[in-house]
């Protein structure tokens, strides 16, 4: 494979995460904020905000990983000025968002454990700030992209 | 909803009843491969949010530095990965093993998280020591054992100093977390 390929390869990579991550808080927001549907119950809420913590972590190390590896690419070249100043500010969103995700999970944990309903509203609250958060890294991310 | 454990109720708890010293010595097992489910959730995101929090501030501060560039671009994708996966691995093993003999984070388990972390900063360091030996020649390998045996202590310092700041960190979300708990119950 061709190094152009790779960066490719590790581009869609980073893009793919970022939909996990940022389409499934934006599905379990509204549904936690809602109340349960008419054929889903409690337990189908539960299960489906664990399923998507498993994958929020996964993607989040995709994201890393290769967001590491679109930085190798630019090698040398990597521009500063005003593209450093917003790569500064989305690494700083990076590092607020995830200890916000890390007490969202261990909120879900709760949920599964023995809150159960209590625990929906304060969740679609951190599912709503999960998907306005990760929305604005993408923001970023496409001010860094295309300038 | 599935049925709980008494280790999964230990570990929601905090009750640390019952939990042997076998599981807080490096290299026990007491639970083999079979920890309860949110015990395995938390390890799961602590882990990921560890590793994932310390390359982000490694990128941060190398880009403060201007160095960002240079020094990426002389890592490949594929040897990147590897030592993210090593990373992560070993940070997830290690945390399981934590949460499991002291349930959520709280003060009281920082210096038990020292010992983890310093197994963690030893294992990544050898790992990739391993790993680096599979392309040198077998002449080059006494410095790579040198360099191993000199590079352990110093691994094992930053990892049980980088242990200790997540533990304390993990026991402020899990505070917080309680205290979103506490609020919900009053309102209901």
């Known amino acids: 494979?061709?190094?152009?390929?790779?960066?490719?390869?590790?581009?869609?990579?980073?893009?793919?995460?970022?939909?996990?991550?940022?389409?499934?808080?934006?599905?379990?927001?509204?549904?936690?904020?809602?109340?349960?549907?008419?054929?889903?119950?409690?337990?189908?809420?539960?299960?489906?905000?664990?399923?998507?913590?498993?994958?929020?972590?996964?993607?989040?190390?995709?994201?890393?990983?290769?967001?590491?590896g679109n930085l190798g690419a630019f090698g040398g070249a990597l521009p500063r000025g005003d593209w450093g100043a917003v790569f500064a500010l989305k690494l700083l969103g990076v590092v607020v968002g995830l200890p916000a995700s890390a007490v969202r999970t261990l909120l879900v944990a709760r949920y599964r454990e023995a809150e159960g309903p209590l625990l929906a509203r304060p969740l679609a609250v951190a599912y709503a700030a999960t998907t306005v958060w990760l929305g604005g890294l993408v923001v970023l991310a496409e001010v860094l992209a295309h300038g | 909803m599935a049925e709980r454990t008494a280790d999964d109720e230990r570990a929601t708890t905090g009750d640390r009843s019952g939990v042997t010293d076998a599981r807080e010595t490096p290299g026990s097992d007491a639970h083999g491969d079979d920890p309860p489910p949110t015990v395995e959730l938390r390890a799961w995101a602590l882990a990921s949010f560890h590793v994932a929090t310390l390359v982000a501030v490694g990128v941060g501060l190398l880009h403060a530095g201007g160095l960002v560039g240079d020094l990426l671009s002389g890592l490949g994708t594929l040897p990147g990965v590897a030592l993210y996966l090593l990373l992560w691995g070993l940070t997830w093993r290690t945390n399981r093993r934590w949460l499991l003999a002291h349930g959520p984070p709280g003060r009281g388990a920082v210096r038990p998280a020292l010992t983890w972390g310093a197994v963690t900063g030893v294992g990544f360091l050898l790992g990739a020591l391993v790993a680096l030996a599979v392309a040198l020649e077998p002449a080059d390998l006494v410095v790579l054992v040198i360099f191993a045996g000199v590079g352990a202590p110093v691994a094992a310092v930053v990892g049980a100093a980088v242990g200790g700041v997540f533990a304390l960190v993990d026991a402020a979300l899990c505070s917080f977390a309680d205290a979103v708990v506490g609020a919900a119950r009053e309102s209901a």
């Open chain 1, 1 to 68: 494979m061709s190094l152009h390929t790779t960066h490719l390869v590790v581009r869609l990579v980073h893009v793919l995460a970022m939909a996990v991550a940022l389409g499934g808080s934006a599905l379990l927001w509204p549904a936690l904020a809602r109340g349960p549907p008419r054929l889903a119950t409690e337990g189908v809420r539960t299960a489906a905000a664990v399923s998507y913590e498993r994958l929020f972590w996964a993607a989040a190390g995709v994201l890393v990983t290769t967001g590491v």
